[in-house]
Antibody
């Protein structure tokens, strides 16, 4: 059974750095084609894709966040990390990680339950 | 960046009725189009990928069609548990992957 779970702080202050962890099971990120994606959703709003890290450590991210965002992985621990610097209240929302199996099947077939992050002083 | 639009924004439908949701891409995405269902308080769930292939465990009342820039998700007979927001997403030209703004389906 494929599962993903996000974890991290529920509350961060403006200008602080957010680090989220996606812990997964039921598959290996060393399998060709696999990727983990990060998506966020402000309260009451639509989904926004943030970043992707591939099985071979290729990384992609949304241009809108520029240098603020870093994605990394620890394949041996089945974990992927999202770091977002200089947090702003506009970054408030639910953050999801989701898997894609790749090789043209890049839809996100399995999602974590999400973790809500509030940015407030 | 490919812009995804969806219509209508909301609709209210009686159980048993047929529902048709539309999604449009600002440029062709072939059939690299997915549909997701997000029930209240839940994570999104993949319903359809490749524009028309149902994901594992998705009931047969959900079907997808279209290619290029115009896509449709159809629910053949609406059930109460289908009350949700439905998002389309393109995965043809990325980064970034882009989602539509969603269509909210309410049960009358």
């Amino acid at each position: 059974q494929v599962t993903l779970r996000e974890s991290g702080p529920a509350l961060v202050k403006p200008t602080q750095t957010l680090t989220l962890t996606c812990t997964f099971s039921g598959f290996s990120l060393s399998t060709g084609g696999m990727s983990i994606n990060w998506i966020r959703q402000p309260p009451g709003k639509a989904l926004e894709w943030l970043a992707r890290i591939d099985w071979d450590d290729d990384k992609y991210q949304t241009p809108s966040l520029g240098m603020r965002l870093v994605v990394s992985k620890d394949t041996s621990k089945n974990q992927v990390f999202l770091t977002l610097t200089n947090m702003d209240p506009l970054d408030t929302g639910t953050y999801y990680c989701a898997r894609a199996v790749g090789y043209g099947l890049d839809a996100f077939d399995t999602w974590g339950q999400g973790t809500m992050v509030t940015v407030s002083s | 960046e490919i812009l995804m639009t969806q219509s209508p924004a909301t609709l209210s439908v009686s159980p048993g009725e047929r529902v048709t949701l539309s999604c449009r891409a600002s440029q062709s995405v072939g059939t690299k189009l997915g549909w997701y269902q997000q029930q209240p308080g839940q994570a999104p769930r993949l319903l359809i990928y490749g524009a028309s292939t149902r994901a594992t465990g998705v009931p047969a009342r959900f079907s997808g069609s279209g290619s290029g820039t115009e896509f449709t998700l159809t629910i053949s007979s609406l059930q109460a548990e289908d009350s949700a927001v439905y998002y389309c997403q393109q995965y043809d030209k990325w980064p970034p992957f882009t989602f539509g703004p969603g269509t909210k389906v309410d049960i009358k």
